[in-house]
Nanobody, 124 residues
Framework: VQLQASGGGLVQAGDSLRLSCAAS????????KGWFRQAPGKEREFVAA???????LYADSAKGRFTISRDAVKDTVYLQMNSLKPEDTAVYFC???????????????????WGQGTLVTVSS
């Protein structure tokens, strides 16, 4: 199973980016899909996820600025990030899991499949 994340880059504070995550050998339908990030020297942290029924979950830091969504035709998950801040600078990873439950979704240790990460750098 491979997850391919893309869309990162260097932007200024206040700008927007859209990250994409496509899967091979795995359909993103009816499983949990998530985005996590890891800043230098910090642990990987939850950003957003979609449940099997595509209900979104967000970290407090992402609420109101980030939107997670899925394109059923392309079988791709997106993370639209608006009003970016320097503290959003991190490597962003997409993840997927077939057996996830709601109460465990915010812990990266509970996710089975991971993409390679895409770097987002927000300058002030």
């Amino acid at each position: 199973v491979q997850l391919q994340a893309s869309g990162g880059g260097l932007v200024q504070a206040g700008d927007s980016l859209r990250l994409s995550c496509a899967a091979s050998e795995l359909t993103l339908r009816n499983i949990y899909k998530g985005w996590f990030r890891q800043a230098p020297g910090k642990e990987r942290e939850f950003v957003a996820a979609l449940t099997r029924s595509n209900t979104p979950l967000y970290a407090d830091s992402a609420k109101g600025r980030f939107t997670i969504s899925r394109d059923a035709v392309k079988d791709t998950v997106y993370l639209q990030m608006n009003s970016l801040k320097p503290e959003d600078t991190a490597v962003y990873f997409c993840a997927a899991d077939r057996g996830m439950i709601l109460s465990s979704a915010r812990d990266p240790k509970n996710w089975d499949y991971w993409g390679q990460g895409t770097l987002v750098t927000v300058s002030s």
